[in-house]
């Protein structure tokens, strides 16, 4: 029988006020993974009453730093127990590989939870100099209630991005899943409850963007909105936070350069750079999607890439042999369709895949394209699939320039063997996150965010907890005489 899911707010199970539901559907086949209760306004408005009672006279934020740190520690250990069921729950609703689920979001995901459990009692502010008989000091304090807009590529970890600073910080939270995946969330949350964390702390508001989300983004009485999607989808969150000036964290897409010099290593950069791509069908914001090779090793690089490309196993996402399972939904299926169509009517070539590789699902076969030049649709636009876009270079300023010739600026990477001349591309690349010799690497220390239009602010690291405190300034007196305000 198809497992029903209500919204969880302020520690309630409950339905969505108007009864409404949706179906979460596996792309893998069609079938349905679960019924969803359908959040909208109403049911945003009463999760952030729930989540400000929980911040204004709560326990959470008067609790000790440390006994703080502690609970989410202890959220994090029971993670660990139900990581492989939690893995699976996002491979039925997201189609991402188990095993990238399992070895790679999952335990990426906790130690996110980790790392800020630890940070929770190493908020600090400062003592600023003064004369003796003043106190001139700074306290962050926690902002309030977080509203969190979270994709569907993968749910958790990029959810956790932000519960993670915002919990530790002690401010409490209302997260809108994405309609596509809101299972696992949900089962997350519970995790959250069984542990011991407050009610209110953490809600759950399930349901679709222009309603749920734009209610959550337009909220009075949110504090700031942290969202993960689209650049499209970004600037509606910003105009709609505008209406309180909350401030507003954006993580939004990636056209990633992936440049290959002719002294790379051949076989990691190979590697890397189909990790880089096909990882997740591609659906990954970091992905290296832009490839430039450099004229000297292009032939023998395309050569051995695509022979490699040929034998990656496309199919069921929960077989654990599979390296790539469905696009997430048809939708997305036939945006991918319809970037390589124009491709090739602007002159690119394929070389492999560019076509639907199985009738049930939405699969998509690995592709590459090449003959593509910086100013085709391809070379510009995030098509978030499995869909190669392959450029010639000739030296490190046509590279530089190439490269940066786009409206975003999330990731890059560079291969090659000169330190000399990777740090040039490091000071030239215009991106947040540089990889040199290597891709698609994460780490909870350290920060995570766009140059440009992949947006702003910094998400993992210390510099996240940036965004989840305010500093207040405090003049102390601290001895007998008063203000002298010319001789009054
Ligand atoms: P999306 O922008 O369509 O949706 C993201 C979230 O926003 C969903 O929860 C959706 O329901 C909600 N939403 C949609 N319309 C809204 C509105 N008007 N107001 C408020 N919320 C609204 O993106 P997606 O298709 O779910 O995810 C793919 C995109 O996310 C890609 O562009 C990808 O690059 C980006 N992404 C970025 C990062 C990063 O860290 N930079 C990470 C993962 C994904």
């Known amino acids: 029988m198809t497992k029903y899911y ?3 707010i302020g520690g309630n199970w409950v339905d969505a006020v108007s009864g409404e539901t949706f179906e979460s559907i596996n792309p893998a086949n069609g079938s349905v993974n679960g019924v969803i209760a359908k959040g909208s306004t109403i049911d945003v408005d009463l999760a952030v009453k729930a989540a400000r009672k929980a911040f204004e006279s709560g326990p959470w934020k008067e609790m000790a730093p440390s006994d703080r740190g502690r609970l989410l520690y202890k959220v994090a250990q029971a993670l660990w127990e139900k990581a492989e069921k939690l893995a699976e729950i996002e491979s039925r609703d997201n189609g991402v590989t188990i095993n990238e689920n399992k070895f790679i979001a999952m335990p990426a995901m906790i130690d996110v939870l980790e790392f800020y459990a630890g940070l929770a009692n190493k908020v600090q502010g400062e003592t600023l100099a003064s ?8 306290l962050k304090e926690p902002l309030g209630v977080i509203g969190a807009i979270v994709p569907w590529n993968f749910p958790l970890m990029l959810s956790m991005w932000k519960i993670a600073p915002a919990l530790a910080a002690g401010n409490t939270i209302v997260i809108k899943s994405s309609e596509l995946t809101p299972i696992s969330i949900l089962e997350m949350a519970k995790i959250f409850q069984e542990a011991g964390v407050p009610d209110g702390v953490i809600n759950i508001v399930s349901g679709y963007g222009a309603d749920a989300g734009n209610a959550l983004a337009s909220h009075p009485d949110i504090d700031k909105i942290a969202f993960t999607g689209s650049t499209t989808t970004g600037k509606l969150v910003m105009q709609a936070a505008s209406q309180n000036l909350k401030p507003v964290s954006l993580e939004l897409g990636g056209k990633n350069p992936n440049i290959i010099f002719n002294d790379a290593h051949i076989e990691n950069a190979v590697n890397g750079s189909m990790l880089g791509i096909y990882m997740a069908q591609g659906q990954v914001c970091a992905s290296g999607s832009r490839l430039y ?3 000297g090793i292009y032939d023998k690089f395309m050569d051995v890439f695509t022979n490699k490309a040929k034998q990656i196993r496309v199919g069921d996402p929960l077989d654990p042999a599979m390296q790539m399972g469905p696009q997430v939904s048809l939708p997305q299926l036939e945006r991918i369709e319809h970037l390589v169509a124009a491709g090739l009517e602007e002159g690119a070539n394929v070389v492999l895949g560019g076509e639907r590789s199985d009738d049930k699902g939405f699969f998509y076969s690995p592709t590459i394209l090449v003959n593509v030049t910086t100013e085709m649709q391809i070379a510009r636009e995030e098509i978030f699939g499995p869909v190669l876009s392959v450029i010639r270079f000739k030296d490190e300023d046509d590279v530089i320039q190439k490269a940066n010739d786009t409206l975003y600026g999330l990731t890059a990477g560079v291969w090659t063997e000169n330190i000399k001349r990777a740090h040039k591309m490091v000071r030239g690349l215009k991106a947040g996150t540089i990889y040199v010799n290597t891709m698609s690497m994460l780490d909870s220390a350290a920060p995570f965010g766009g140059f440009k239009q ?13 965004m989840y405190t305010q500093t207040k300034h405090v003049w102390m007196e601290m001895s007998e005489t008063h203000l002298d305000w010319y001789g009054m």
């Open 6 to 8: 209500k919204l969880f």
């Open 293 to 295: 090779v450099q004229e």
């Open 131 to 138: 004369p003796s008989n003043r106190l001139n000091f700074t």
């Open 454 to 466: 992949s947006g702003f602010g910094r998400e993992l690291g210390i510099e996240a907890m940036n």
